[in-house]
């Protein structure tokens, strides 16, 4: 039988990462955060000094690359733990540049395809439903109010130590969204299917409930 499909689209911070987690765990199904892959290019393009709208030596550096995830969120960049260097600011205001890119997504594309071929999935992103599985079981769109998740995006960094300051961050946030709604290649955008769900006033376990109870009614 075919693998089961649950896809998480959305904004940044609207807490996909979090709550796919839990309901990958609550359903026995492998997490795929595909930003993280987004993130771990852009962290290797800043590290190698390549310019990040360099599209070809981009294009060329990626096809030696691995990006490898684990399934307690771990994520290893040519075997390195990047999992703590990718949420770096700088790799926030820079992976947009990176995901626009046309090589980047066919290439990242074919490996999320890859891992939905052999185990049931809950996989984040942001055209996970429109473009990378537009066959999935179950399609969510989560959202919140922009300023919902800047306050939580910066929670999180005080959690962190992660010096920032609320109004920069939700600056960063609105443009990051502006960007990947906005470029060529599978923007940001809601799939005609996709169920909303708002968490803007859902704790974390009533988000995660509200996506079990979908997947319940089978749809
Ligand atoms: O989910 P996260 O905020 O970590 O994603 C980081 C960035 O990766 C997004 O802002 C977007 O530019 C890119 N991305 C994407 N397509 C996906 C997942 C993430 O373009 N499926």
Not at 23 to 45: E, S
Not at 89 to 117: H, M
Request: proline share 2%; aromatic share 4%; charged share 30%.
């Amino acid at each position: 039988v075919r693998s089961k499909v649950i896809a998480i689209d959305g904004p940044a911070a609207a807490g996909k990462s979090t709550i796919a987690q839990k309901v990958a765990q609550m359903l026995g199904y492998i997490y795929i955060d595909t930003g993280a892959m987004y993130r771990a290019v852009t962290l290797k393009a800043l590290n190698e000094k390549v310019d990040v709208t360099d599209e070809e030596t981009i294009a060329k550096m990626l096809k030696n690359t691995t990006i490898r995830l684990t399934n307690d969120k771990k994520v290893f960049l040519d075997e390195v733990d990047v999992t703590d260097a990718i949420r770096q600011p700088i790799v926030s205001q820079n992976v947009s540049a990176v995901s626009a890119i046309r090589f980047v997504r066919d290439e990242l594309k074919n490996r999320q395809i890859e891992y939905a071929k052999t185990d049931n999935v809950v996989m984040d992103g942001r055209d996970i439903g429109t473009n990378v599985l537009p066959n999935a079981d179950y399609k969510i769109f989560m959202t919140a109010s922009v300023d919902v998740r800047a306050k939580r995006r910066y929670d999180e960094n005080l959690r962190r130590s992660i010096a920032c300051d609320f109004e920069t961050l939700k600056e960063e946030i609105e443009l990051r969204d502006k960007l990947d709604s906005t470029r060529e290649h599978s923007p940001l955008t809601k799939a005609e299917d996709a169920i909303v769900v708002d968490t803007s006033d859902l704790t974390i376990d009533e988000a995660v409930d509200a996506i079990i109870n979908i997947v319940k009614k089978g749809g």
